[in-house]
């Protein structure tokens, strides 16, 4: 095997250590680390450390990244059961998670001509643990982020209101960039975690959409912008007029007895939180 080609197997093997590895494959890359310095190879030997060493203090930090985002989705799924309980409904419909692929973090730090470094991550991808969370109605999605954003140990890093201010293209969502506590046994690390706000109605606009724009390169452009927004309008209308209906039965139902209350809650605490 040629140094180069040694090289660019181990550099390969960042990907794929740092998506998929076990604690098996990584051990095997550590002996094969441990040949090559017996081979007496010493250039090689520490361009390859240097390697797993980027290698696991990036799988260090996505693990942080990876608990930053279950604490919020309980911290979500906790205001839920407790809105549910309340109200008899529930603001949430579903959440999704995910970690951002090492290509697509390395693809917005060449965007912003940022090199790639582990510090420049932190500091510049906001949205390596993303979550999407999909709201009934439109006052949901305020609801939900205001009583994100007041508990004690969440700071808001920057807010977005694509729903105030929809996007040219007719994209509409709330984010928030927030940043969360994350105790280890003998420190603290604050991470960033971008959390996206929309109804099943936007959710459904802004899936098609990306699917479509990313799937292929457009014929007639213009012509399907111009048909995506007209259908943003009308799913944003229908976002309203969803809300209206609801807000018209609510007012119209007869008012719950506090017995009435306490028997809804009865059925409720029964079961487990789910
Ligand atoms: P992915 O694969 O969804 O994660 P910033 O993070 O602030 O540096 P940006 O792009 O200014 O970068 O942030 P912004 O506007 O808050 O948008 C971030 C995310 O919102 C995007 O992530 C998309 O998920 C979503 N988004 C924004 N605009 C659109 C849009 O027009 N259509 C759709 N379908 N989604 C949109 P990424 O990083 O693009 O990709």
Redesign the pocket.
Known sequence: MTKDSILSTATKRIETLFNDATDEQISDLENELMLLDRQDSSFLYNRSMEIMNTVVDLKELMMTYSCAMKEIRVKLETLNAEYELGHQRNPINSIYT?L?RLA?IME?LER?GIPFSLENIEN????VA?LRVICQYMDDIYIIADALKKQGNIELV?E?D?IANP?P?G?R?L?L?IKVPVYFSDRVKNMNV?V?VRTIAMDF???L??QL?YRRELVDSEAIAAQLKECSDIITATDFRMLAIRQRIEANSPELTKEDILFEKMKKVDLPLG
């Open positions: 995910r951002k697509s917005k912003k510049n991808v906001n949205d993303g920057s977005k694509y996007k293209n994209y969502s984010h960039i971008e996206q606009w802004a899936t959409e990306h724009k």
